[in-house]
């Protein structure tokens, strides 16, 4: 299959912002998760740095301990409590946030109603269903 040089161009960005972002989009997306819609559609992985990432940090301090601190940086302290995460939840280990990783860190996991200290304001700004 012959490609057009949209596709070549379109694939050259792609792959420049997956190396410069960390960030996995779905093909032909032309913006970052910030700006084209909600953080939970995306998949972060290490080397990222977005306000998702931050989003993310402060969802996962809440299953996580030591507490990470918030810097929208996806480095290896994030990694290690994404991974710590996905164990104690028995979800596929690979230090990535994707949709079983959003699902579990965007609820507190500790039974109904308003829960004390979880981040409702991040869950919401990431857009957690029902936050």
């Given at each position: 299959?012959?490609?057009?040089?949209?596709?070549?161009?379109?694939?050259?960005?792609?792959?420049?912002?997956?190396a410069?972002?960390?960030?996995?989009?779905?093909?032909?997306?032309?913006?970052?998760?910030?700006?084209?819609?909600k953080?939970?559609?995306y998949?972060?992985?290490?080397g990222?740095?977005a306000?998702?990432?931050?989003?993310?940090?402060?969802?996962?301090?809440?299953?996580?301990?030591?507490?990470?601190?918030?810097?929208?940086?996806?480095?290896?302290?994030?990694?290690?409590?994404?991974?710590?995460?996905?164990?104690?939840?028995?979800?596929?280990?690979?230090?990535?946030?994707?949709?079983?990783?959003?699902?579990?860190?965007?609820?507190p996991?500790?039974?109904?109603?308003?829960?004390?200290?979880?981040?409702?304001?991040?869950?919401?700004?990431?857009?957690?269903?029902?936050?």
């Open positions: 299959m012959k490609r057009t040089r949209i596709q070549k161009i379109t694939l050259g960005l792609s792959a420049l912002a997956l410069v972002t960390g960030v996995v989009a779905p093909m032909g997306a032309s913006a970052p998760a910030e700006a084209a819609g953080c939970v559609n998949n972060y992985s290490q990222g740095y306000s998702c990432i931050g989003y993310i940090q402060q969802l996962l301090n809440d299953k996580y301990s030591p507490k990470l601190v918030v810097d929208n940086d996806f480095g290896p302290k994030t990694r290690a409590a994404v991974i710590s995460v996905q164990k104690r939840y028995g979800l596929k280990v690979d230090g990535i946030v994707g949709p079983q990783t959003w699902n579990v860190s965007c609820h996991q500790r039974g109904p109603g308003p829960v004390p200290g979880w981040p409702y304001a991040a869950a919401r700004a990431a857009g957690c269903p029902g936050s």
